[in-house]
């Protein structure tokens, strides 16, 4: 079953349920007020599921990065040559 995430517009609770894909979301419920003003969070469900592939994303490179400084290490130097 896949995990779906919701945020309440009353209390402003992030909450994670497990449920089927046959659960109407229309009625679920937050689980800290009880209130039915809930939104489904299905974008940042995906990228919390561990191990889970995202389709679509390449893997990360050095361009993805702004600040690309933080890969220039110092080269690793032979204890001969210190
Ligand atoms: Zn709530």
Known sequence: MPLYE?????CQADFTLLQSL?????ETTCEHC?????NPQM???VGKVQ??????VKPA???D?????????PKPR?????
């Open 34 to 38: 009880g209130s039915s003003s809930v």
């Open 43 to 45: 974008s940042s469900c």
């Open 61 to 63: 490179t050095i361009d």
């Open 22 to 26: 046959s659960t109407n979301k229309e």
């Open 51 to 56: 191990g889970a592939p995202r389709k679509g």
């Open 65 to 73: 990065y702004p600040n690309k400084t933080i890969f220039n290490l």
């Open 6 to 10: 919701y945020h309440c517009e009353d």
């Open 78 to 82: 032979h204890i001969s040559e210190i």
